[in-house]
Protein backbone atom coordinates (compact mmCIF):
# COMPACT_ATOMS: atom_id res chain seq x y z
CA UNK A 1 0.00 0.00 0.00
CA UNK A 2 1.65 3.27 -1.39
CA UNK A 3 1.29 6.28 1.25
CA UNK A 4 0.23 9.56 0.15
CA UNK A 5 1.80 12.85 -0.60
CA UNK A 6 0.74 14.90 2.66
CA UNK A 7 0.04 18.43 2.69
CA UNK A 8 -0.30 20.42 5.85
CA UNK A 9 -2.64 23.31 5.87
CA UNK A 10 -4.11 26.00 8.29
CA UNK A 11 -6.77 24.15 10.17
CA UNK A 12 -8.74 27.54 11.02
CA UNK A 13 -8.89 31.15 10.53
CA UNK A 14 -7.81 33.61 7.88
CA UNK A 15 -5.13 31.45 6.75
CA UNK A 16 -6.66 28.68 6.13
CA UNK A 17 -9.41 30.55 4.25
CA UNK A 18 -6.84 32.27 2.00
CA UNK A 19 -5.47 28.58 1.60
CA UNK A 20 -8.22 27.08 0.36
CA UNK A 21 -8.73 30.24 -2.24
CA UNK A 22 -4.66 29.61 -3.01
CA UNK A 23 -5.56 26.33 -4.10
CA UNK A 24 -9.00 26.87 -5.28
CA UNK A 25 -7.55 29.15 -7.95
CA UNK A 26 -5.57 26.42 -9.28
CA UNK A 27 -8.35 24.46 -9.78
CA UNK A 28 -7.38 22.52 -6.59
CA UNK A 29 -10.62 22.92 -4.06
CA UNK A 30 -9.43 21.28 -0.83
CA UNK A 31 -12.29 19.24 0.62
CA UNK A 32 -12.88 18.32 4.20
CA UNK A 33 -15.13 15.05 4.25
CA UNK A 34 -17.47 15.99 7.68
CA UNK A 35 -16.81 19.36 8.62
CA UNK A 36 -14.32 21.47 11.18
CA UNK A 37 -13.52 18.17 13.12
CA UNK A 38 -12.18 16.15 10.87
CA UNK A 39 -8.44 16.70 10.35
CA UNK A 40 -8.01 14.68 7.72
CA UNK A 41 -9.02 15.84 4.14
CA UNK A 42 -8.61 15.73 0.14
CA UNK A 43 -7.32 17.85 -2.35
CA UNK A 44 -8.83 18.59 -5.90
CA UNK A 45 -9.75 15.25 -8.10
CA UNK A 46 -6.61 13.58 -6.49
CA UNK A 47 -7.77 9.68 -4.60
CA UNK A 48 -7.12 10.25 -0.93
CA UNK A 49 -4.48 7.08 -1.42
CA UNK A 50 -2.61 9.76 -3.63
CA UNK A 51 -2.77 13.05 -1.75
CA UNK A 52 -4.03 13.58 1.89
CA UNK A 53 -4.53 17.19 3.66
CA UNK A 54 -3.73 17.21 7.24
CA UNK A 55 -5.41 20.05 9.35
CA UNK A 56 -2.79 21.71 11.74
CA UNK A 57 -1.85 25.14 13.27
CA UNK A 58 0.72 26.62 11.45
CA UNK A 59 3.15 26.14 13.94
CA UNK A 60 2.92 23.03 14.20
CA UNK A 61 2.98 22.58 10.17
CA UNK A 62 6.55 24.00 10.42
CA UNK A 63 7.29 21.21 13.12
CA UNK A 64 6.21 18.50 11.05
CA UNK A 65 7.62 19.44 7.57
CA UNK A 66 11.15 20.16 9.65
CA UNK A 67 9.99 16.44 10.96
CA UNK A 68 9.32 14.81 7.45
CA UNK A 69 6.08 14.39 8.81
CA UNK A 70 4.23 16.63 5.64
CA UNK A 71 5.97 16.45 2.18
CA UNK A 72 4.23 20.10 1.68
CA UNK A 73 3.01 22.50 3.96
CA UNK A 74 1.65 26.21 4.32
CA UNK A 75 3.01 28.32 7.10
CA UNK A 76 4.39 31.62 7.55
CA UNK A 77 8.35 32.36 6.63
CA UNK A 78 8.64 33.95 10.50
CA UNK A 79 7.45 30.39 11.91
CA UNK A 80 9.55 28.60 10.08
CA UNK A 81 12.79 30.78 11.04
CA UNK A 82 11.85 30.43 14.24
CA UNK A 83 10.50 26.87 14.86
CA UNK A 84 12.88 24.84 12.35
CA UNK A 85 16.70 25.09 13.20
CA UNK A 86 19.01 25.40 9.78
CA UNK A 87 15.84 25.83 7.58
CA UNK A 88 17.95 25.46 4.54
CA UNK A 89 19.03 21.67 4.94
CA UNK A 90 15.33 20.60 6.56
CA UNK A 91 12.90 22.53 3.69
CA UNK A 92 12.66 23.97 0.51
CA UNK A 93 10.37 26.99 -0.17
CA UNK A 94 8.30 26.61 -3.04
CA UNK A 95 6.68 29.55 -3.43
CA UNK A 96 5.39 32.64 -1.54
CA UNK A 97 1.15 32.82 -1.98
CA UNK A 98 0.58 36.35 -0.92
CA UNK A 99 -0.99 36.73 1.88
CA UNK A 100 -0.37 36.83 5.71
CA UNK A 101 2.01 39.38 5.42
CA UNK A 102 3.66 40.26 8.86
CA UNK A 103 6.99 41.61 10.17
CA UNK A 104 8.38 40.15 13.10
CA UNK A 105 9.57 43.71 14.60
CA UNK A 106 11.38 44.90 17.93
CA UNK A 107 9.53 47.52 19.37
CA UNK A 108 9.79 50.27 22.69
CA UNK A 109 7.80 52.32 24.71
CA UNK A 110 7.27 55.71 22.65
CA UNK A 111 8.28 57.34 26.26
CA UNK A 112 11.70 56.36 24.82
CA UNK A 113 11.89 58.84 22.87
CA UNK A 114 15.68 59.16 22.59
CA UNK A 115 15.63 55.37 21.27
CA UNK A 116 15.33 55.44 17.14
CA UNK A 117 17.52 52.56 16.63
CA UNK A 118 18.96 49.31 17.64
CA UNK A 119 22.37 50.92 18.37
CA UNK A 120 20.42 53.18 21.15
CA UNK A 121 18.75 49.76 22.26
CA UNK A 122 22.29 48.62 22.89
CA UNK A 123 23.14 51.93 24.93
CA UNK A 124 19.79 51.48 27.04
CA UNK A 125 20.65 47.91 27.75
CA UNK A 126 24.06 48.79 29.02
CA UNK A 127 22.91 51.56 31.32
CA UNK A 128 20.57 49.15 32.50
CA UNK A 129 23.37 46.54 33.49
CA UNK A 130 25.50 49.44 34.91
CA UNK A 131 22.50 50.79 36.77
CA UNK A 132 21.17 47.20 38.02
CA UNK A 133 17.87 48.31 37.90
CA UNK A 134 15.18 47.13 40.81
CA UNK A 135 13.20 45.52 38.80
CA UNK A 136 15.74 44.15 36.28
CA UNK A 137 17.03 40.68 37.33
CA UNK A 138 20.54 41.02 37.62
CA UNK A 139 20.28 44.57 36.05
CA UNK A 140 19.35 43.30 32.73
CA UNK A 141 16.80 44.62 30.04
CA UNK A 142 14.14 42.02 29.41
CA UNK A 143 12.37 41.35 26.51
CA UNK A 144 9.05 39.76 25.81
CA UNK A 145 8.83 37.44 22.90
CA UNK A 146 7.85 34.20 21.56
CA UNK A 147 10.50 34.47 18.86
CA UNK A 148 13.50 33.08 20.98
CA UNK A 149 15.55 31.97 18.15
CA UNK A 150 15.08 35.33 15.97
CA UNK A 151 15.54 37.23 18.71
CA UNK A 152 18.99 36.07 19.82
CA UNK A 153 19.70 35.99 16.21
CA UNK A 154 18.99 39.20 15.51
CA UNK A 155 20.23 40.99 18.80
CA UNK A 156 23.90 39.26 18.32
CA UNK A 157 24.03 40.63 14.92
CA UNK A 158 23.58 44.01 16.27
CA UNK A 159 26.12 43.84 19.46
CA UNK A 160 23.18 43.40 22.03
CA UNK A 161 24.16 40.91 24.83
CA UNK A 162 22.67 42.86 28.44
CA UNK A 163 19.05 41.60 27.70
CA UNK A 164 17.09 38.59 29.45
CA UNK A 165 14.48 37.30 27.45
CA UNK A 166 10.87 36.83 28.93
CA UNK A 167 8.97 34.33 27.04
CA UNK A 168 5.35 35.20 26.33
CA UNK A 169 2.61 33.65 26.86
CA UNK A 170 -0.08 35.74 26.25
CA UNK A 171 -0.62 39.61 24.47
CA UNK A 172 3.18 40.53 24.06
CA UNK A 173 2.33 44.24 23.46
CA UNK A 174 1.04 44.36 26.53
CA UNK A 175 4.10 43.75 28.48
CA UNK A 176 5.71 46.82 28.93
CA UNK A 177 2.67 48.60 30.41
CA UNK A 178 1.92 45.56 32.86
CA UNK A 179 5.95 45.92 33.73
CA UNK A 180 7.18 42.73 32.88
CA UNK A 181 9.24 44.04 30.34
CA UNK A 182 10.55 47.13 28.95
CA UNK A 183 10.36 46.04 25.32
CA UNK A 184 9.00 43.45 22.74
CA UNK A 185 10.08 41.58 19.71
CA UNK A 186 6.49 40.26 18.08
CA UNK A 187 4.79 40.27 14.72
CA UNK A 188 2.39 42.98 13.77
CA UNK A 189 0.69 43.46 10.41
CA UNK A 190 -0.59 47.10 10.44
CA UNK A 191 1.26 48.27 13.01
CA UNK A 192 -2.19 49.53 15.43
CA UNK A 193 -1.93 47.12 18.09
CA UNK A 194 1.32 48.26 18.74
CA UNK A 195 0.40 52.13 18.55
CA UNK A 196 -2.09 51.15 20.77
CA UNK A 197 -0.02 49.85 23.62
CA UNK A 198 2.22 53.34 22.96
CA UNK A 199 5.01 51.37 21.70
CA UNK A 200 7.01 52.23 18.39
CA UNK A 201 9.19 50.09 16.22
CA UNK A 202 12.50 50.87 16.07
CA UNK A 203 13.72 52.24 12.62
CA UNK A 204 15.74 49.37 11.88
CA UNK A 205 13.90 46.91 13.91
CA UNK A 206 12.27 44.96 11.29
CA UNK A 207 13.87 41.49 12.14
CA UNK A 208 12.05 39.34 9.23
CA UNK A 209 9.20 40.33 6.27
CA UNK A 210 7.31 37.56 6.23
CA UNK A 211 3.91 35.79 4.80
CA UNK A 212 2.70 32.80 4.09
CA UNK A 213 4.48 30.29 1.54
CA UNK A 214 4.74 26.29 0.15
CA UNK A 215 7.22 24.95 1.96
CA UNK A 216 7.74 21.66 1.30
CA UNK A 217 10.08 19.09 3.77
CA UNK A 218 13.70 17.83 2.50
CA UNK A 219 13.52 15.28 5.96
CA UNK A 220 10.42 13.33 4.33
CA UNK A 221 10.80 10.34 2.47
CA UNK A 222 9.93 11.00 -1.27
CA UNK A 223 8.76 8.22 -3.33
CA UNK A 224 7.98 8.35 -7.39
CA UNK A 225 4.46 8.10 -6.84
CA UNK A 226 4.50 11.28 -4.25
CA UNK A 227 6.76 13.26 -6.59
CA UNK A 228 4.43 12.84 -9.22
CA UNK A 229 1.53 13.67 -7.55
CA UNK A 230 3.90 17.09 -6.23
CA UNK A 231 4.61 17.45 -9.99
CA UNK A 232 0.75 17.76 -10.86
CA UNK A 233 -0.15 20.23 -8.22
CA UNK A 234 2.90 22.31 -8.82
CA UNK A 235 2.16 22.10 -12.91
CA UNK A 236 -1.30 23.82 -11.80
CA UNK A 237 0.07 26.30 -9.05
CA UNK A 238 2.50 27.34 -11.78
CA UNK A 239 0.40 27.56 -14.78
CA UNK A 240 -2.14 30.08 -12.47
CA UNK A 241 0.92 32.13 -11.05
CA UNK A 242 2.30 32.71 -14.54
CA UNK A 243 -1.24 33.50 -15.89
CA UNK A 244 -2.11 36.09 -13.11
CA UNK A 245 1.03 37.78 -14.49
CA UNK A 246 -0.24 38.16 -18.07
CA UNK A 247 -3.23 39.38 -20.33
CA UNK A 248 -3.97 37.82 -24.05
CA UNK A 249 -4.25 40.56 -26.35
CA UNK A 250 -6.49 39.54 -29.83
CA UNK A 251 -6.00 41.72 -32.81
CA UNK A 252 -5.95 41.20 -37.04
CA UNK A 253 -2.89 43.84 -37.93
CA UNK A 254 -1.66 43.58 -41.61
CA UNK A 255 2.20 43.16 -40.67
CA UNK A 256 1.27 40.79 -37.13
CA UNK A 257 5.54 39.58 -36.94
CA UNK A 258 6.04 43.63 -36.93
CA UNK A 259 3.24 44.75 -34.45
CA UNK A 260 4.43 41.78 -32.48
CA UNK A 261 8.53 42.33 -31.99
CA UNK A 262 7.12 46.47 -31.43
CA UNK A 263 4.97 44.74 -28.48
CA UNK A 264 7.68 42.69 -27.01
CA UNK A 265 10.14 45.38 -27.23
CA UNK A 266 7.68 48.19 -25.75
CA UNK A 267 5.60 46.28 -23.41
CA UNK A 268 7.23 43.26 -22.87
CA UNK A 269 4.47 41.06 -24.64
CA UNK A 270 5.12 37.55 -26.32
CA UNK A 271 3.29 35.61 -29.14
CA UNK A 272 3.31 32.25 -27.87
CA UNK A 273 2.02 30.47 -31.62
CA UNK A 274 3.82 32.65 -34.28
CA UNK A 275 2.74 35.71 -36.02
CA UNK A 276 0.86 34.02 -39.33
CA UNK A 277 -0.09 36.77 -42.41
CA UNK A 278 -3.69 36.58 -42.34
CA UNK A 279 -4.64 35.14 -38.37
CA UNK A 280 -5.40 36.76 -35.33
CA UNK A 281 -2.28 37.81 -33.36
CA UNK A 282 -2.59 36.82 -30.38
CA UNK A 283 -0.16 38.05 -27.91
CA UNK A 284 0.31 37.68 -23.97
CA UNK A 285 1.45 40.72 -22.26
CA UNK A 286 2.40 41.56 -18.79
CA UNK A 287 -1.04 42.68 -16.96
CA UNK A 288 0.50 46.05 -16.21
CA UNK A 289 1.43 46.78 -20.15
CA UNK A 290 -2.10 45.15 -21.57
CA UNK A 291 -4.17 48.57 -22.12
CA UNK A 292 -1.07 50.75 -23.94
CA UNK A 293 -0.14 47.22 -25.68
CA UNK A 294 -3.55 47.17 -27.34
CA UNK A 295 -3.37 50.87 -27.81
CA UNK A 296 -0.16 50.09 -29.79
CA UNK A 297 -2.10 46.97 -31.46
CA UNK A 298 -4.76 49.76 -33.01
CA UNK A 299 -2.16 52.26 -34.02
CA UNK A 300 -0.81 49.43 -36.25
CA UNK A 301 -4.47 49.34 -37.86
CA UNK A 302 -6.39 46.56 -36.02
CA UNK A 303 -10.18 47.46 -36.29
CA UNK A 304 -10.57 45.43 -33.06
CA UNK A 305 -8.65 44.54 -30.28
CA UNK A 306 -9.91 42.28 -27.34
CA UNK A 307 -7.91 41.99 -23.73
CA UNK A 308 -9.04 38.98 -21.93
CA UNK A 309 -7.49 37.36 -18.85
CA UNK A 310 -5.78 33.94 -18.26
CA UNK A 311 -7.00 31.38 -15.88
CA UNK A 312 -3.39 29.31 -16.94
CA UNK A 313 -0.28 29.04 -18.61
CA UNK A 314 1.21 25.90 -18.92
CA UNK A 315 4.85 25.49 -20.39
CA UNK A 316 7.14 22.94 -21.25
CA UNK A 317 8.76 23.98 -18.00
CA UNK A 318 7.81 23.91 -14.64
CA UNK A 319 10.18 26.06 -12.47
CA UNK A 320 8.63 25.39 -9.19
CA UNK A 321 9.14 21.79 -9.38
CA UNK A 322 12.11 21.82 -10.97
CA UNK A 323 13.31 23.40 -7.65
CA UNK A 324 11.73 21.31 -5.61
CA UNK A 325 13.26 18.13 -7.66
CA UNK A 326 17.01 19.59 -6.73
CA UNK A 327 16.27 19.74 -3.15
CA UNK A 328 14.51 16.79 -2.58
CA UNK A 329 15.61 13.40 -2.52
CA UNK A 330 14.90 10.76 -5.60
CA UNK A 331 13.48 7.40 -3.90
CA UNK A 332 15.79 4.44 -4.79
Known sequence: MTTPLIIAIPSKGRLQDN???????????????????????????????????????????????????????????DLVSETIANPEESVHVVTPLGFGFADVVVAVPDAWIDVSTMADLVDVASHFRARGGASVAGGRIRVATKYLALTRAFFAEHGLSDYRIVESAGATEGAPAAGTAELIVDITTTGSTLAANNLKVLDDGVILKSEANLVASRSA????????????I?????????????????????????????????????????????QPLLLHCP???????????????????????????????????????????AAG
Open 19 to 77: THDFFARAGLPVKRPGGARNYRGRLGRFDAADVEIAFLSASEIARELSAGKAHLGVTGL
Open 221 to 232: SWSEAQRAAARL
Open 234 to 278: LDRISAEERARGFREIRALVQAPELTARAAGETFGAIAPFGTQVG
Open 287 to 329: TGNAADCARLLRDHGAPHVSVTTLDYVFTAQNPLFDALAEKIP
